[in-house]
């Protein structure tokens, strides 16, 4: 059990999407983490700068189409989180942290609740 608030963590995650703040959804991971996204095949990106070329040009995206919180649960290892973009094209995130209270692993894969072409995760 982890002394810090893993679900907080993830609604930080989420309102720094909304707001398409950049270096604060940064600053929530590891300097070292990983994002594994299988929406479009399988992509990988790992550090800071890494993940800052990944989320760049999606957060303007999603401010502007819309980002909704559809399902946020904890799970054994870290925290489950499902979301939409312009209130449908439904994307799952899981998140994995550090002992520190950061995210070192995030992995997204299209919702199996919606059939669509791809994701904007």
């Known amino acids: 059990m982890s002394d810090f608030d893993q679900m ?3 609604v930080d ?3 720094a999407c909304r707001r398409g703040d950049l270096a604060a959804l940064l600053d929530l991971y ?3 983490a990983e994002l594994e996204c299988t929406c479009n095949g399988m992509q990988r990106y790992r550090g800071r700068r890494e993940l800052e070329s ?3 040009p ?3 995206g999603f401010s502007s189409a819309g980002f909704g919180l559809e399902e946020i649960k904890p799970t054994p290892h870290g925290v ?3 979301y939409s ?3 449908s094209l439904r994307i799952r995130a899981s998140f994995r942290f550090s002992a520190e209270g950061k995210i070192y692993s995030t992995l997204c894969t299209p919702s199996r609740q919606n059939s669509h072409d791809g994701c904007a995760c």
């Open 8 to 10: 907080g963590i993830v």
């Open 13 to 15: 995650w989420v309102d």
């Open 30 to 32: 590891t300097d070292d």
């Open 54 to 56: 990944y989320w760049g």
């Open 58 to 60: 999606r957060l303007s």
């Open 80 to 82: 489950d989180l499902e």
């Open 85 to 87: 973009i312009a209130g």
